[in-house]
């Protein structure tokens, strides 16, 4: 869901959902530049399937992962062990507050689906520029949620559940065409400068079925909230739970992937 306020990462919909995502479906464009002694830094972690992928890959080099609640980083924690992950730390951080770590710590600064969700996505870029070494990578993957590329089968109400999450988005200062705007936002932030380079490729995001944020205590915050009335959430739950019976459905969005190789300054 994208109610950012009101669905927490931590909630067990939210989990699936973001537990769905693994590296070969949401960072296969950065895997080519991964080394086995790459230092990342996987921000907006979630519940640890990407960067848990990350650390297979990276065997000789470290993996941390921050995510900006505690319930979600204990969970991830717990999914994948020192014991089994020996490489790989989770920590509680805030995208637009990586004070923690110092000036030019990490080879690769990696994000999935964290612009999208802030109010200042350019205040996090910078966090994640200043903490990237001189020669490294930045990488981000965000949905431009603006243009629905496919949706089979094309329901009006999960056409108006889509609006109503793209005007609540607006609303709330979140950038739900943050996928559109990465270029731009790199560009302001100096990436190009001393020597470094952007490279940018608009793609295809698929989501799952939102059916399980259609019931239950996610649907009661969203009512209690002001987000939908009580018609509207059974309304796109059942268009939902429609899509989930009808064969070769799929809900597809733009999105935009997006290396920035740090100036050598």
């Known amino acids: 869901m994208a109610y950012n306020e009101h669905f927490k990462g931590e909630d067990p919909s939210v989990t699936k959902f973001y ?24 921000v907006g972690c979630g519940p640890g399937t990407i960067t848990a992928g990350l650390s297979k890959i990276v065997t000789s080099g470290t993996v941390t ?31 637009t507050d990586l004070s923690e770590f110092k000036d030019n710590s990490f080879d690769i600064v990696h994000a999935h689906q964290v612009f999208v969700h ?25 949905g431009n949620g603006r243009r629905i ?16 999450t793209v005007a609540y988005m607006d609303k709330s200062g979140g950038h739900i065409d943050a996928g559109a705007r990465l270029e731009e936002w790199a560009k302001e932030l100096g990436f190009e400068e001393h020597g470094g380079k952007i490279v940018l490729q608009m793609g295809e995001l698929r989501f ?48 935009g992937e997006i290396l920035c190789w740090k100036g050598e300054v």
């Open 19 to 42: 537990g769905d995502r693994t590296i070969l479906t949401s960072c296969a464009y950065l895997l080519p530049h991964l080394k086995p002694n790459t230092a990342i830094l996987d």
């Open 65 to 95: 992962g921050v995510d900006i609640t505690t319930p979600i980083i204990e969970r991830a924690r717990s999914t994948f062990p020192p014991s089994s992950y020996p490489n790989l730390s989770f920590a509680v951080s805030n995208a």
């Open 118 to 142: 802030l109010q200042e996505p350019l205040k996090a870029l910078r966090e994640l520029y200043r903490v990237c070494k001189p020669g490294g990578i930045v990488a981000c993957r965000e």
């Open 149 to 164: 590329l496919s949706l089979k089968p094309d329901l009006p109400a999960i056409r108006e559940y889509w609006d109503n």
């Open 208 to 255: 799952p079925s939102h059916a399980e944020g259609m019931k239950g205590e996610n649907a009661e915050q969203a009512v209690r909230a002001g987000i939908a009335t009580k018609e509207q959430m059974e309304r796109w739950r059942e268009a939902w739970e429609n899509f989930d019976r009808t064969d070769g459905s799929e809900f597809v969005i733009e999105t």
